[in-house]
């Protein structure tokens, strides 16, 4: 398990391309949270959890940010939907099943799941009073349901015992479109420095931070914004994090389809200008990091079909998004293609 904040970061890193304000936030929160628990077991200290909120388009990154956390952590991970919740006449139930799927996470150890991460996303769309007719109610009924919770309750389970959320970290996540709109409302007037020695990078932080009177006027109700007070926003990918995400983390697409087609005895090598070509088209779809998954298999596929019936093919190249890949037997296979090295190997 990884102490520091600083290790935490570093281990993001080897798997989450950019972010790194959000990154920074997300370690020195699980960071604190973890020092609160152990001086309130000592009982040096009256536990008040820190809950995290990140704000980012879809396909920036928070899910996998938050699943990549707890592997670093080493602690249990599921996550919720709170669309779902919103839509469920039983939303006590469905919390509960998303508990019990944490036990599960857990092995079963309850006591190892009350110390895990629940992520429950899309939580925007939970907006009280400016939506129309019971949706609006519904959202807000939903939040009410995870007040308890997140502020730390014990939860009678349909299977028997109960289950303490004291020490669940809860991380919500969400686009929030339109909360540029408020931010530039309720931040005109700012923070405003007194003294020589104030920094305008401090003064910017946090002028440029979401307050729970920003989220309230979102639509949150201020009881549940105010479970959420560490904020962390992240960004949109751009065409050059697309293509780093697409080469270089440890389970990189690149790695994955390169082992993929090693084990069938052939190496697969793609032009660095095809990365561009596939973040292009990523970005066209507007789902950010997600849609590079589809289009990479899409790209691939005629070749994973012919391959595992070629055993004489022994390298594929593809130059191109939008040209046919190139079969090469064992005699055929040249010199590295350029940029082969430097893609392939992971540096």
Request: aromatic share 6%; net charge negative.
């Given at each position: ?28 929160a699980v960071f604190t949270h973890r020092q609160k628990l152990a001086l309130a077991q000592e009982g040096r200290l009256a536990l008040e959890k820190s809950n995290v909120?990140l704000i980012g388009p879809t396909g920036s990154g928070k899910t996998l940010l938050c699943e990549t956390l707890a592997r670093a952590l080493e602690v249990p991970f ?226 994973l079909y012919l391959v595992p019936d070629h055993p004489e093919v022994k390298r594929i190249e593809i130059d191109s998004l939008f040209e046919r890949p190139r079969y ?20």
């Amino acid at each position: 398990m990884l102490g520091t904040p600083s290790q935490i970061v570093a281990f993001l890193d080897r798997h989450v391309v950019g972010q790194e304000e959000a990154k920074r936030q997300l370690a020195v929160a699980v960071f604190t949270h973890r020092q609160k628990l152990a001086l309130a077991q000592e009982g040096r200290l009256a536990l008040e959890k820190s809950n995290v909120l990140l704000i980012g388009p879809t396909g920036s990154g928070k899910t996998l940010l938050c699943e990549t956390l707890a592997r670093a952590l080493e602690v249990p991970f599921v996550t919720g939907n709170a669309t779902s919740l919103a839509q469920s006449q039983y939303v006590n139930e469905e919390i509960e099943a998303i508990l019990l799927r944490l036990i599960d996470k857990a092995g079963g150890d309850i006591a190892r799941a009350q110390r895990g991460i629940l992520f429950i996303d899309e939580i925007d769309k939970l907006k009280a009073g400016g939506e129309e007719g019971a949706r609006g109610g519904r959202g807000e009924r939903v939040q009410h349901a995870l007040l308890k919770i997140m502020e730390g309750a014990p939860v009678k389970l349909p299977v028997g015992g109960h289950f303490d959320t004291t020490e669940t970290l809860f991380i919500c996540g969400g686009a929030f479109v339109g909360i540029e709109a408020i931010l530039a409302d309720t931040h005109a007037y700012g923070y405003i420095a007194t003294g020589a020695g104030e920094e305008q990078q401090v003064l910017d932080r946090l002028n440029a931070r979401v307050k729970p009177t920003d989220l309230a006027r979102y639509g949150l109700i201020p009881e549940f914004a105010g479970r959420l007070p560490i904020v962390a926003r992240l960004q949109p990918l751009s065409k050059q994090m697309l293509v780093r995400i697409q080469t270089e983390p440890q389970n990189a697409l690149y790695k994955q389809f390169r082992a993929i087609f090693a084990s069938l005895g052939a190496e697969l090598v793609i032009a660095p200008q095809v990365f561009e070509e596939i973040a292009e088209l990523a970005i066209e779809y507007q789902a950010g990091a997600r849609a590079l998954r589809g289009i990479f298999e899409e790209m691939l596929t005629p070749a994973l079909y012919l391959v595992p019936d070629h055993p004489e093919v022994k390298r594929i190249e593809i130059d191109s998004l939008f040209e046919r890949p190139r079969y090469l037997r064992a005699s055929e296979s040249g010199p590295p293609h350029p940029g082969a090295g430097r893609t392939a190997s992971g540096s």
